[in-house]
């Protein structure tokens, strides 16, 4: 199985600025990697697959980059709507298909 | 709309059976394989079963073999989970999610692009 580490855990931000939130594979998922997105009470929202491809309708400010075992999220300039929790997700070698522990991320 | 809904959860004693449904609309719900997922009050996301669009691949997480059950209904754009033998530890949001593909070098690695707003199960005497 492969484990997916994210860090940090907790990240404190102020609105405008760059976020960066890393996600590390145990072995290498080549670029197969998606980011969710997830606010309290709601479902999980595709933001990015293929480590670096946006989904549909998902804002510029959002960019991956990665591929192999290290991924990085970068949100260019924080809005208010931004501060959720973030997952990536490994989906390359399955089953079965394994997620990181998350990235909080909220307002400094 | 591309939507998924999904229905059936509730309060369950140990050892319980539940039925979860999940009911999708606005795609072409027969030509995508699909997973439940779930996830623990204020923990992470678990993958929790997988099966194919004709329904003859199915898989399933450890934590769940041999207990729970996944099947689809392509006539009536319906995916279901029966869970058997329920234990504490199976307290979850479950949720429905479509498998999506991206094809290259021969291959098709499938990613979950849609995903429902989640049914709550609860395991307790």
């Known amino acids: 199985e492969i484990v997916m580490t994210q860090s940090p855990a907790t990240l404190s931000v102020s609105p405008g600025e760059r976020a960066t939130l890393s996600c590390r594979a145990s072995q290498s998922v080549s670029s197969n990697l998606a980011w969710y997105q997830q606010k309290l009470g709601q479902a999980p929202r595709l933001l990015i697959y293929g480590a670096s491809t946006r989904a549909t309708g998902i804002p510029a400010r959002f960019s991956g980059s990665g591929s192999g075992t290290d991924f990085t999220l970068t949100i260019s300039s924080l809005q208010s709507e931004d501060f959720a929790v973030y997952y990536c997700?490994?989906?390359?070698?399955?089953?079965?298909?394994?997620f990181g522990q998350g990235t909080k991320l909220q307002i400094k | 709309e591309v939507q998924v809904v999904e229905s059936g959860g509730g309060l369950v004693q140990p050892g319980g059976s539940l039925r979860l449904s999940c009911a999708a609309s606005?795609?072409?719900?027969?030509?995508?394989?699909m997973n439940w997922v779930r996830q623990v009050p204020g923990k992470g996301l678990e993958w929790v079963s997988y099966i194919s669009i004709s329904s003859d691949t199915t898989h399933y997480a450890d934590s769940v073999k041999g207990r729970f059950t996944i099947s689809r209904d392509n006539a009536k754009n319906s995916l279901y989970l029966q869970m058997n033998s329920l234990r504490a530890e199976d307290t979850a949001v479950y949720y429905c999610?479509?498998?999506?593909?991206?094809?290259?070098?021969?291959?098709?690695?499938?990613?979950?692009?849609?995903w429902g707003k989640g049914t709550t199960v609860t395991v307790s005497s």
């Open positions: 997700q490994q989906y390359n070698k399955w089953p079965p298909y394994t």
């Open positions: 606005g795609f072409t719900f027969s030509s995508y394989a």
């Open positions: 999610a479509r498998s999506n593909p991206i094809c290259y070098a021969l291959r098709c690695f499938y990613y979950m692009d849609v």
